[in-house]
């Protein structure tokens, strides 16, 4: 075997070590990233349940001070339908306000290119015009209606 050919069969095992390294670490990095999302799942269970768990202690520490729990539920409820409400609304105007804005842009871009037909129409008209006359030579026409329309 000369060397070319080992150098070949050198490249050719690098390259696949290469590559049986690189889908090692692609397959440990989607492992760990399962892992990561099982721990933070387990988590949020965990501070939910402990929230739960405060909660309910709260509420037997009121109630053995002879407190009624029902209005702060109430009052919770209350502010939970709000707030959606509040949200909804939000959205809906949100929504007219966008639909409103696209409309303006539309009419803008509109006028815009109007203004701009106009112009190139009349640009074009007079270079007609120069031509026609054979005053100037066809390029210096161009040049000048090409510099009024910047």
């Given at each position: 075997m000369n060397e070319v050919q080992a150098m070949?069969?050198?490249g050719e095992t690098v390259g696949a070590a290469l590559g049986t390294a690189v889908l090692t670490a692609r397959k440990a990095a989607v492992s760990a990233g399962r892992v990561g999302a099982e721990a933070a799942a387990e988590a949020g269970r965990?501070?939910?349940?402990a929230s739960r768990r405060s909660a309910r202690r709260a509420q037997r520490r009121l109630r053995r001070s002879g407190l009624d729990t029902g209005p702060l539920a109430d009052g919770v409820r209350h502010a939970r339908e709000t707030l959606a409400g509040?949200?909804?609304?939000?959205?809906?105007t949100t929504g007219r306000q966008a639909r409103k804005a696209r409309k303006k842009a539309a009419k803008i871009a509109a006028r815009n290119a109007r203004d701009a037909r106009k112009a190139l129409a009349a640009n074009a008209a007079e270079a007609r015009k120069?031509?026609?006359a054979g005053t100037v030579d066809a390029r210096q026409a161009?040049?000048?209606g090409a510099e009024q329309a910047r």
């Open positions: 070949a069969k050198a965990a501070s939910r349940t509040q949200a909804s609304d939000l959205s809906r120069v031509l026609a161009l040049a000048a």
